[in-house]
């Protein structure tokens, strides 16, 4: 059951660029989480925003959240090459003690030269 | 990095054959979960833990079984592989359900 779906699936920007990326939802959540997974490996956290919270910020990197539209943003500014990766966004829908997080199917960036 | 390891990395089995994966971890998490990875499908969790020998089903869990003896020690069991198991699987932990995991390098498992 997919409850984030990230968009686009795929973009591919210059280096120095900024990238964003949206993650559109289904249900009310308690929070929503941003990862990166680099080829063939782990996928590492990013940032955590709470349904209560409308921005955050991490180094470069920017997270909104619209609840009113169900609908979060990752913006990476000044990209470079590391930041090559596919990045996905994860939804946690309720408040209990078992709650699961649900991912959605990833965006690939690639940053050009 | 979080500490946690899986093995093995890279297994080529056959059908009809059980495999066990093993997830360690050193954080002393309480959760720990399993997830395959798929093209066009991202990440499906397969089983779950809250604790030791508390465990429950996730999203893609027939074929599947997992034990948790130990906090530090999550094993997945496919009781009889098929190729419709080739897949890329992740274990993760986390402290708080629901909050920030925190994701092992992966096994990738080729069932022929």
């Known amino acids: 059951s997919q409850q984030g779906e990230e968009d686009p699936q795929a973009l591919s920007i210059q280096e120095g660029e900024n990238a964003t990326m949206n993650c559109s939802y289904k249900?009310?959540?308690?929070?929503l989480q941003w990862y990166r997974q680099n080829s063939g490996r782990g996928l590492v956290h990013l940032i955590l925003?709470?349904?209560?919270?409308r921005e955050k910020h991490s180094g470069r990197l920017r997270v909104t959240l619209d609840t009113s539209k169900k609908s979060s943003s990752l913006l990476i500014t000044a990209s470079r090459a590391a930041d090559t990766a596919s990045y996905f966004c994860?939804?946690?829908?309720?408040?209990?003690?078992?709650?699961?997080?649900?991912f959605g199917k990833g965006t690939r960036l690639h940053i050009l030269p | 990095d979080a500490g946690i390891t899986q093995s093995p990395r890279h297994k080529v089995t056959e059908t009809g054959t059980p495999v066990t994966l093993r997830c360690h971890q050193t954080e002393n998490h309480r959760y720990m979960y399993w997830y395959r990875q798929d093209p066009g499908h991202g990440l499906r969790l397969i089983h779950y833990s809250y604790g030791v020998k508390d465990t429950d089903k996730g999203e893609v869990s027939d074929g599947y079984s997992v034990s948790r003896s130990k906090t530090e020690d999550f094993l997945l069991t496919l009781e009889s592989a098929t190729s419709s198991q080739t897949s890329v699987y992740f274990c993760a932990i986390s402290a708080i359900a629901g909050e920030t995991q925190y994701f092992g390098p992966g096994t990738r498992l080729l069932v022929l």
């Open positions: 925003i709470r349904s209560n919270e």
């Open positions: 994860a939804t946690r829908m309720g408040k209990n003690r078992d709650d699961k997080i649900i």
């Open positions: 249900t009310s959540i308690n929070n």
